[in-house]
């Protein structure tokens, strides 16, 4: 069965680059989350998308920007690069409420991201 | 706001013996719970799931009951194997497109 995919798997940049992270939902699903996981840390929420539309918003820096396509397909931008910013991003995608009762999120493999 | 709860690892078992992971939430409503793994290196995959008050969620050996009473959902395992050394978290999610809400992780180690 296919996947959630994430592209770029490993990112280095150097500090106040940018950096673009992508990621492909499962097919149907129309809903797409993006989380921050730090070293030894629990996965935080930072934004998700619904039919191309902001349907949320968690701890999302200012400098971090997102959207989604027609295809469903989002990217994360990334700007003014920090240290802190180093993590694992995940992309997460969800099946239409209209086909589940409940929100069963499927977790892509991560993009690790370090800034250097 | 929703919270988290899970107790603190790193939990250390031999092989065969019983796992219990506690984990307990706090949130409005009737949440969906989930536990979620990651292995070394790896993205985080769905282990079970239960949707309503006292559904049991099952998979390779592991349950959990959703207790809304207690509000807890401890993770449970009869006999592990050193193939279930890695991170586990609890995460609970709202009615709606709503994000997952996870605990801290909880890191198991099975020797041999």
């Known amino acids: 069965a296919a996947g959630v995919i994430q592209s770029p798997r490993h990112l280095i940049k150097e500090k106040r680059e940018t950096a673009t992270l992508k990621c492909y939902p499962i097919?149907?699903?129309?809903?797409v989350y993006w989380y921050q996981q730090g070293p030894g840390q629990d996965p935080q929420f930072l934004i998700s998308?619904?039919?191309?539309?902001?349907?949320d918003k968690g701890s999302i820096p200012d400098r971090f920007s997102a959207q989604q396509f027609s295809d469903y397909h989002s990217e994360l931008n990334m700007s003014s690069l920090e240290l802190g910013d180093s993590a694992l991003y995940f992309c997460?995608?969800?099946?239409?409420?209209?086909?589940?009762?409940?929100?069963?999120?499927?977790f892509g493999p991560g993009t690790r991201l370090t800034v250097l | 706001g929703d919270s988290v709860t899970q107790m603190e690892g790193p939990v250390t078992l031999s092989e065969e013996a019983f796992l219990t992971i506690n984990c307990t939430y706090t949130?409005?409503?009737?949440?969906?719970l989930f536990w979620y793994v990651q292995y070394p290196g790896e993205g985080l995959q769905l282990l079970l799931k239960?949707?309503?008050?006292?559904d049991k969620g099952s998979n390779k050996g592991f349950e959990a009951t959703y207790r809304k009473e207690t509000t807890s959902f401890h993770l449970e395992k009869g006999s592990v194997q050193v193939s279930d050394s890695a991170v586990y978290f609890c995460?609970?999610?709202?009615?709606?497109?709503?994000?997952?809400?996870f605990g801290s992780g909880t890191r198991l180690q099975v020797q041999p």
């Open positions: 997460a995608s969800s099946l239409r409420l209209a086909l589940s009762s409940y929100n069963e999120q499927f």
């Open positions: 097919p149907r699903h129309d809903t």
């Open positions: 998308f619904y039919e191309k539309m902001q349907s």
């Open positions: 949130a409005t409503g009737y949440p969906s």
């Open positions: 239960a949707t309503k008050a006292d």
């Open positions: 995460a609970l999610s709202q009615e709606g497109r709503r994000a997952l809400t």
